[in-house]
T-cell receptor, first 115, second 117 residues
C-alpha cells in the first residue's frame, strides 16, 4: 500500500517555465513533508520541507504548497533551469515524540528541463 | 549541509556471502541513522532505524537476522547483508540525523549498489 504517491513518472518542461510536481498521501497522521532531488547513483539531496501547520513554504525558486484537506502537496520550481533535471521524491513523516523519524517516500517524478 | 559517506559505493558478491556497508557522518554527530533500499524505478523503502548504542528498529517485512545493523558510535553505522542472494541486489542508502528538534533534517549518503551473482 503506497502511502505517498507521485502519479507522474516523468514531466517535461521548457527552460524558463514553471515546473509543478505533485504528490498525494493517504496517511492522515503524516505531519511533515519534504521534497528531495536525486541524481542517478547518488543519495537524495534535501530541497524544501513543510510542516502540516503551514500551507506554503518558499525558498528561492522552490515553493511547496500543502492542501491538508485534499492530502495533496506540490512543488513549484520557477523559473525552471537545465540543472533542475533530476528525479524528485516527495517524502512524509509522522512525529513520534522524539528524535528523527524514518521517511516514507513516493516513487519519484523524473523532471526533464528542455532548452 | 552535513556530509554523509558510504563505503563501498558498489560491490559485487557471490550468492551466500556476507557484505558489510558502512555509513559515516563526517562532520556531525548522528544520533539516529536510517537504512533505505531502492529497487529500480521504485521509491526508497525504509528498512530500519538505528539509534546510537541501542538495537535497531526494523520495518515490517525486513528480516533483522538477514540485515544486521550496528550503530556503535555517533558517526558510524554498518549494515551487513548476511548470506546474500540475487534478490538482495539493490541500491542501499543510509541517512543520518543529528540532535535537535523533532524534525531533524536527514542527510543522505551517496548509496551503495549491491549486485549478488
Amino acid at each position: 500500500d503506497q502511502q505517498v504517491k507521485q502519479n507522474s513518472p516523468s514531466l517535461s518542461v521548457q527552460e524558463g517555465r514553471i515546473s509543478i510536481l505533485n504528490c498525494d498521501y493517504t496517511n492522515s497522521m503524516f505531519d511533515y513533508f519534504l521534497w528531495y532531488k536525486k541524481y542517478p547513483a547518488e543519495g537524495p539531496t534535501f530541497l524544501i520541507s513543510i510542516s502540516s501547520i503551514k500551507d506554503k513554504n518558499e525558498d528561492g525558486r522552490f515553493t511547496v504548497f500543502l492542501n491538508k484537506s485534499a492530502k495533496h502537496l506540490s512543488l513549484h520550481i520557477v523559473p525552471s533551469q537545465p540543472g533542475d533535471s533530476a528525479v524528485y521524491f516527495c517524502a512524509a513523516s509522522v512525529y513520534s515524540g522524539g528524535g528523527a523519524d524514518g521517511l516514507t517516500f513516493g516513487k519519484g517524478t523524473h523532471l526533464i528541463i528542455q532548452p | 549541509g552535513a556530509v554523509v559517506s558510504q563505503h563501498p559505493s558498489w560491490v559485487i558478491c557471490k550468492s551466500g556471502t556476507s557484505v558489510k556497508i558502512e555509513c559515516r557522518s563526517l562532520d556531525f554527530q548522528a544520533t539516529t541513522m536510517f537504512w533505505y533500499r531502492q529497487f529500480p524505478k521504485q521509491s526508497l523503502m525504509l528498512m530500519a532505524t538505528s539509534n546510537e548504542g541501542s538495537k535497531a528498529t526494523y520495518e515490517q517485512g525486513v528480516e533483522k537476522d538477514k540485515f544486521l545493523i550496528n550503530h556503535a558510535s555517533l558517526t558510524l553505522s554498518t549494515l551487513t547483508v548476511t548470506s546474500a542472494h540475487p534478490e538482495d541486489s539493490s541500491f542501499y542508502i543510509c541517512s543520518a540525523s543529528g540532535q535537535g528538534g523533532p524534525y531533524n533534517e536527514q542527510f543522505f549518503g551517496p548509496g551503495t549498489r549491491l549486485t549478488v551473482l
